[in-house]
T-cell receptor, first 116, second 113 residues
Framework: EAGVTQSPTHLIKTRGQQATLRCSPISGHTSVYWYQQALGLGLQFLLWYDEGEERNRGNFPPRFSGRQFPNYSSELNVNALELEDSALYLC???????????????FGDGTRLSIL | GNSVTQMEGPVTLSEEAFLTINCTYTATGYPSLFWYVQYPGEGLQLLLKATKADDKGSNKGFEATYRKETTSFHLEKGSVQVSDSAVYFCALIPQGGSEKLVFGKGTKLTVNP
């Protein structure tokens, strides 16, 4: 079974540009989560999508946004990039049902975003 | 609010030593508890989990028991190997359907031959 896949592996941008990160969940998983792992800040929850809808959002500004497609893959978009956006962005997926939440999330290897 | 506190690292051990990484949490109700491991240059891998009090999660020789009375989920392994060198994260998902993982800051483990 293929795991969570993320692309690109590395992304280099300059301040003010826009970045798009992509994630394909494990087959059969309908929920996708995005986390930011920045140096010194640990792992921070960004966004949760399930069945195409945004279900929860962490404490990040609106320039962090995303979407989930009908095939459950997801994009994370970061506009007006700032130096402090440099981080490893991790995507995770899980299989939830209405009566069976809190399931383990399975992570991809991440996209390392570097802002110059 | 919900939070996870785990012991500061780094931790350096010799091969075959006993490992304990302490983790305590703050959350209302009964969160689900997890340990994740991150090897150099990789994403997170689920190591083990426990979803209710007194549950013991185990995998690859690692164990952790969900202790509601002490709000703890300490990770243990009886005999570590060089290949166990990694960063270990304790995490919870709060009860109630928010589905967001709340992580501790991570503990870096180095095992020397």
């Amino acid at each position: 079974e293929a795991g969570v896949t993320q692309s690109p592996t590395h992304l280099i941008k300059t301040r003010g540009q826009q970045a798009t990160l992509r994630c394909s969940p494990i087959s059969g998983h309908t929920s996708v989560y995005w986390y930011q792992q920045a140096l010194g800040l640990g792992l921070q929850f960004l966004l949760w999508y399930d069945e195409g809808e945004e279900r929860n959002r962490g404490n990040f500004p609106p320039r962090f946004s995303g979407r989930q497609f009908p095939n459950y893959s997801s994009e994370l978009n970061v506009n007006a990039l700032e130096l402090e956006d440099s981080a490893l962005y991790l995507c995770a997926s899980s299989s939830l049902t209405a009566s069976y939440s809190n399931q383990p999330q399975h992570f991809g290897d991440g996209t390392r975003l570097s802002i110059l | 609010g919900n939070s996870v506190t785990q012991m500061e690292g780094p931790v350096t051990l010799s091969e075959e030593a006993f490992l304990t990484i302490n983790c305590t949490y703050t959350a209302t109700g009964y969160p689900s508890l997890f340990w994740y491991v991150q090897y150099p240059g990789e994403g997170l891998q689920l190591l083990l989990k426990a979803t209710k009090a007194d549950d013991k999660g185990s995998n690859k020789g690692f164990e952790a028991t969900y202790r509601k009375e002490t709000t703890s989920f300490h990770l243990e392994k009886g005999s570590v190997q060089v290949s166990d060198s990694a960063v270990y994260f304790c995490a919870l998902i709060p009860q109630g359907g928010s589905e967001k993982l709340v992580f501790g800051k991570g503990t870096k483990l180095t095992v020397n031959p």
